[in-house]
C-alpha cells in the first residue's frame, strides 16, 4: 500500500514531463529556418594584397651589380651610408655623384666592413659606422683629379694616370661612427677636411696644441680600433679613410672598376 501511495504521484510527475518536452520539442522544429540571401549590398569586395616594390636602383648601382661589387647594406641594414661626393659640399666643391646613392664594395672588403660593425656593436650597441664613401669608378676618379689638379689639394687625391687609388678597386671606404641619436661622433675635423688636424701621426700632439680634444682622440682610437679588428689599415693624413689592403696588393688580385 505504502508503495502504490507514493508511486502513482511519481507516475502522474513523469508523464507530465514527457508531454512537456514533447510538445517544445515540437515548437522547436517548427520554426522555420532563414537563409542568408548574398546580395550586392552584404558582399564586400576583396581588397587586393598590396604590395610595395623595392627601390629602383640607379643606373650607376646597377653597373656596380653588373662588376660582382656588393652594395653594403645588402649585407647588413644597420649601417649608414651617407656619401658625401652627392652633394656639392665637399672639398672639390662640386657633385661627383650623379646618381649613385649606394655604398658599395668588393666583396672582400664588404664582408670585412659587416665584421668591423659586429665589433662595433659589441662596444658600443647603440652606435654605428656610417660610410661616407666607398666604391668609386674611375670615371669619377677622373672627375676629381681634374677639379684639383694644379692646386695644393692635388696631393690628397690619387692621379688616375697612374692608376688610381684603393677606393677605384672598391678595397677602400671613407667612414666615422654615428651615436644612437643619429649624430656623428665629434672626430676633430670634418670628413675631407685637407690639414694636419686629420692627421693620425700625432694626435696627442694636436691635443696638445688645442687643434682636438681629447674626447676626438679617444673617438678617432675607437673607430681604427674596430677597423683594424675587421682587417682594415688607416691612413695616416686622413682619420676617416681605411684601406684593406696595400696598393700593390690590388693591383696582383683585384681589378680597376672603369
Known amino acids: 500500500m505504502i508503495i502504490l501511495k507514493y508511486s502513482l504521484p511519481i507516475l502522474c510527475l513523469l508523464l507530465t514531463g514527457c508531454s512537456f518536452l514533447s510538445s517544445h520539442k515540437e515548437e522547436k522544429e517548427s520554426i522555420p ?10 558582399i564586400q569586395p576583396r581588397k587586393e594584397c598590396s604590395t610595395v616594390s623595392p627601390p629602383e636602383r640607379s643606373e650607376m648601382a646597377l653597373y656596380m651589380d653588373s662588376l660582382g661589387l656588393i652594395n653594403i647594406v645588402d649585407l647588413d641594414s644597420s ?11 665637399n ?7 650623379d646618381n649613385l646613392t649606394e655604398a658599395y664594395l668588393h666583396p672582400d672588403a ?3 666592413l659587416i665584421e668591423a660593425q659586429k665589433v662595433l656593436k659589441r662596444l658600443h650597441p647603440s652606435y654605428s659606422l656610417i660610410i661616407y664613401d666607398a666604391a668609386r669608378p674611375m670615371s669619377v676618379q677622373k672627375k676629381m683629379w681634374n677639379v684639383v689638379k694644379g692646386t695644393s689639394k692635388y696631393k690628397y687625391v ?7 687609388g684603393l677606393h677605384n678597386y672598391g678595397l677602400a671606404v671613407d667612414i666615422s661612427i654615428q651615436d644612437s641619436l643619429g649624430q ?3 672626430m676633430g675635423t670634418k670628413v675631407d677636411h685637407l690639414g694636419m688636424e686629420a692627421h693620425i701621426t700625432d694626435e696627442i700632439g694636436l691635443v696638445h696644441n688645442g687643434k682636438i680634444s681629447e674626447t676626438e682622440r679617444q673617438n678617432r682610437l675607437l673607430l681604427r680600433k674596430v ?4 682587417g682594415f689599415r688607416a691612413l695616416p693624413s686622413e682619420w676617416w679613410h681605411f684601406n684593406f689592403c696595400s696598393r700593390d696588393v690590388a693591383k696582383q688580385k683585384y681589378k680597376l672598376i672603369p
Open 91 to 97: 672639398f672639390t666643391g662640386e657633385v661627383l655623384y
Open 79 to 89: 649601417l649608414v651610408v651617407k656619401l658625401m661626393y652627392t652633394q656639392a659640399d
Open 33 to 42: 529556418l532563414v537563409e542568408y540571401e548574398h546580395t550586392p549590398e552584404n
Open 227 to 230: 677597423m683594424k679588428e675587421a
Open 184 to 186: 656623428p661622433l665629434p
Open 110 to 112: 664588404a664582408y670585412a
Open 158 to 164: 690619387s692621379n688616375p694616370n697612374r692608376g688610381g
